[in-house]
């Protein structure tokens, strides 16, 4: 049976990682047509060819050369190997009510899902004028405005409050939950 909490494909890193080897081969392809067809590179390329050609291999332009593309091919390996993190978090198991289920009943929360439920607990507090929230499975970062000078107290409380919602939820994992405030005159 599949998990409910799914990884993200990576399927945007993968394909501008393949567009951009392809339009590198299509170059390489269209100049080697080229110097077939005319007998000669393009003038840009001959220019770079005949400097690099110049340079020898111990150079530190070589060495800078090198050193970028073993960098840029670890970056793509560990994209394509290294899973992405959960987008949803999951809820606690739930038995059905009615004897129909063969067992629990999986549940999960996606994270925008989670950062609504934070917002919507911290718009009810008292001194708040604005709420924004993010979320992942293991944290809840939520920002709040108020025309309030000393938010200490306020950010507590709000604390407090989400803290609150979120164990009313059943979550199997209790993420963190940050509270930053911001004053500002509401006029």
């Given at each position: 049976m599949k998990s409910l909490r799914r990884r993200p494909t990576r399927a945007t890193a993968?394909?501008?990682?393949?567009?951009v080897l392809l339009a590198i081969g299509v170059l390489l392809?269209?100049?080697g047509i080229h110097k077939l067809a005319t007998g000669q590179w393009w003038p840009q390329v001959s220019s770079a060819a005949d400097s690099a050609s110049s340079a020898a291999w111990n150079s530190p332009w070589?060495?800078?050369?090198?050193?970028?593309?073993?960098?840029?091919g670890l970056i793509l390996l560990l994209c394509a190997f290294l899973p992405g993190g959960?987008?949803?978090?999951?809820?606690?198991?739930?038995?059905?009510a009615n004897g129909h289920s063969?067992?629990?009943?999986?549940?999960?929360?996606?994270?925008?899902?989670?950062?609504?439920?934070?917002?919507?607990?911290?718009?009810?507090?008292?001194g708040v004028a604005g709420v924004k929230s993010t979320a992942t499975p293991k944290?809840?970062?939520?920002?709040?405005?108020?025309?309030l000078r000393s938010t200490e107290e306020l950010q507590n409380q709000v604390r407090a409050v989400v803290e609150e919602r979120l164990a009313s939820a059943d979550l199997d994992r209790f993420p963190k939950v940050r509270v930053s405030a911001q004053s500002k005159d509401v006029s």
């Open positions: 993968s394909i501008i990682a393949a567009l392809t269209w100049m070589g060495w800078a050369a090198a050193a970028v593309a073993a960098v840029l959960f987008n949803a978090a999951a809820l606690g198991q739930q038995q059905e063969r067992g629990p009943i999986d549940a999960v929360v996606n994270n925008r899902g989670l950062a609504t439920l934070a917002s919507a607990a911290a718009a009810q507090v008292d944290a809840v970062s939520v920002r709040i405005t108020t025309p």
